[in-house]
């Protein structure tokens, strides 16, 4: 059977199952998630050789865990439009509070003496260190600008038409190469 077969397949059960609980008036209907999709805590436990506090770590580890749930469904799922775009946005802002709480750890270690450090001082550290350059901050404050949109409040406009799947991916690229500077400074006493 060729993959296209299996996806309407797939498709037309999943319809007849919602069918199928809306008739029965069911709340609650269990599908097993694919095995193998979601990386383990202690795989991302193991690539995060730069953050010390172990609780930090795990934490983040748990919110990459989620990353994979979400990247599974943007991949696997034909959402349209708000839905989507939504969808997006949780990946983003997602990635948006791993980064500021890695950006805060890393700035705390370099500048235990400072009190108050927020997101876009961390980045200032993290430049004047040699661990991140000019333009990465920008990419970095690019995707905080994105997370700080979880505030619905105060957003000015209708959210249509503003997430796209080629931000959520530029937004793991930064994320990678965030990680992989942080190694890199970890492995050469920076940090």
């Avoid at 500048?111 to 550290?125: H, L, M, N, S, V």
Wanted: hydrophobic share 40%.
């Amino acid at each position: 059977m060729s993959i296209e077969n299996i996806v309407n397949w797939i498709s037309k059960l999943f319809q007849e199952l919602e069918n199928q609980i809306k008739k029965n008036k069911l709340e609650k209907v269990e599908i097993d998630f694919p095995k193998g999709v979601i990386r383990t805590a202690d795989f991302f436990r193991s690539r995060l050789t730069f953050i010390s506090d172990e609780v930090l770590k795990t934490n983040i580890a748990y919110h990459l865990m989620l990353s994979d749930v979400y990247r599974w469904i943007l991949n696997r799922f034909k959402l349209d439009l708000i839905a989507k775009e939504m969808l997006i946005k949780e990946g983003i802002s997602l990635f948006g509070n791993i980064l500021e709480a890695v950006l805060l750890h890393t700035a705390k270690l370099l500048k235990p003496d400072e009190e108050k450090i927020g997101f876009f001082r961390a980045c200032t550290i993290l430049i004047k260190k040699g661990i991140i350059s000019k333009e990465m901050k920008k990419e970095l404050e690019w995707v905080w600008s994105m997370r700080c949109k979880e505030h619905l409040a105060s957003l000015p406009e209708r959210e249509y038409d503003k997430y796209k799947l080629e931000d959520y991916n530029r937004t793991v690229l930064i994320w990678r190469s965030l990680e992989k500077n942080l190694r890199d400074a970890k492995q050469h006493g920076k940090i």
